[in-house]
């Protein structure tokens, strides 16, 4: 097993044993869940304004979209935040940084692990809330072919394949969130403040996206990238946002890991 | 292993801004050395050994590890070395046995496989499957050198290992110390605890302020502090007059009944003749002993500034 999977496999051993991890993946369970119970126990149509929203209760398969449109204001960016905002700096505070950077194993290697068991719980998280989002949806509406947002029809078989590229494209857009936190944990070494701070990111990006005056920079911003993957609803798919959403989120992330890693590979561990 | 010696400090400075924590730190520990680093709290020896172990980075100067320095080789740097330093921490949500696999699978080299081994060394196997977070501060210093000892280290550096515990714990860890040393492992400690270094090491360094005031062995140190006599004469002027004019003795003081003064055992042998020959009794004249503790507190406390220094050249 290579260095990098070492840390991997015991960061990922951590984040199951620490109670934080539940909290994220217990909210990314509960509110697909509640969102179908309240529609249910309310006997609504569902929310007009929102992609899909209309057609909501015509099949589980929009279930899923729906939730993620609302998570993806600010539910799963702070889901991603716990983690992302906690994962150096909680290790600073206690101490067991320095416990295991005495070790064998390189400073990159410690970090690339890290970021690596991040990204991984927000996956996680991610697919939690969608898969329970398809079962709850089909439990109470049953499951049949999704109405896209060109107004066609799409059969059940193509419409996982729909939710599987959306899932996709907003992780990558979500890392961008994660990449952040990663960055504010490792420079900032205060845990509390990271996860906040990310929090304040990623609203941010999408406030600045709504302000008036910011249409030159808002094709830019992290914040639309979370709405690009309505384009796959689309018939025929429209590629254009997905394809800017791929390299925009590259910097998202490039940028601010990079900044952390030669923080994390040249910092003074010391007590705090 | 390579011949380097175990650990070469040259010239380490730390500088957090206008505070000078470790000010040109010379240290060199030779293999099997059990080295005691010694100095009042704050002096600057946990910042020094964190510079050894590569967790900060010196502001100049150089430390190196069987030759190897961990800012340029890394984490291969710490191969054969293990430690810690302001005591042991771990995952407090994870067990004893999970916080050591982890170190273990950390390190490769067959570790995992010695963990029932040096859980046994250091009597905690029986509480292995516990979470750390409940484990005692004693525990914990055991369960630091457990995660020391699955390296199978050839350098231990241990930051004031028995800080913080019982008496029962301090001796138990000082006897661990003992044993791993006779095993042939070098060891450097760093104490504020002066009998812990009187009782364990060969080598000591002492460090005030973040200087080094004395390097070298222990049995060397404090003989430059045992040429100090005294003597209690019946007729105290009289042999007071004569110590004085005695060739070979220096210092000579008249305190209360007894006469001070320090001299080589040669100078000591013909002043007893000369006290004899002057038909002048005395009642004792004794070397004075002095502990490592009036020396360290002589030195680190300031009052003996200079002498500190120039012992550390007689005895370089």
Partial sequence: MSGVARVYKWELAKLVAQKRTYLGIGAAILVPIAFVVSLVVQGGTGPTDVPLGRTLTATGLATPFVVLFFLSIWGLPLI?????????????????????????????????????????????????????????????WGLHPLTSLSGTSVPVGHSLVLLGETLGIYIVALAGVAAFGIMLSTVTRNSAASVVGTLMFALLMQLLGVLPGTEAIRPYLLGTQFDAWHGFLRTPADWAPVVRALWVCAIYLAAPLTAAYLVFLRRDVAGE | MSGEP????????????????????????????????????GAG??????????????????????GRDPLVDGARALDGVAGFVEGPRFY????????????????????????DEVLDIVELRDRAKHRVGGYSHG?????????????????????????????????DMRDLVRRLASEGITVLLSSHLLAEVEELCNRVAIIRKGRILYEGSLQALLATASDRYSLRAVEPERARLLCLAQPGLEDVALDGDEITFRAAEDAIAALSIALGQARLGFTSLTPQTTSLEELFLDMTEGAADVPAVAATEEVA
């Fill in chain 2, 92 to 115: 407090p949500y994870l067990s004893g046995r999970k916080n050591l696999e982890l170190l273990a699978d950390y390190d490769g080299d067959g570790a995992r496989g010695r963990i």
């Fill in chain 2, 45 to 66: 020896k946990t910042t020094s050994l964190r510079m050894l172990l590569g967790l900060i980075r010196p502001t100049s100067g150089s430390a190196r590890l069987f």
């Fill in chain 1, 80 to 140: 991603t935040a716990l983690v992302a905002g906690d994962i150096v700096a909680s290790e600073t505070n206690n101490g067991t940084l320095k416990t295991i950077l005495t070790r064998s194993r390189d400073r990159g290697e410690v970090f690339t692990g890290k970021v690596l068991a991040c990204l991984t719980y927000m996956i996680v998280a991610v697919l939690a809330m969608a898969v329970v989002g398809v079962v709850a949806g089909s439990i109470a």
């Fill in chain 2, 139 to 171: 525990m914990r210093q055991r369960l630091g050198i457990a995660a020391s000892l699955i390296r199978r280290p050839q350098l231990l550096l241990l930051d004031e290992p028995t800080t913080g515990l019982d008496p029962a714990g301090m001796r």
């Fill in chain 2, 6 to 41: 175990p650990v070469v400090a040259r010239g380490l400075v730390k500088r957090y801004g206008e505070i000078v924590a470790v000010d040109d730190v010379d240290l060199t520990v030779e293999a099997g050395d059990v080295f005691g680093y010694l100095g009042p709290n």
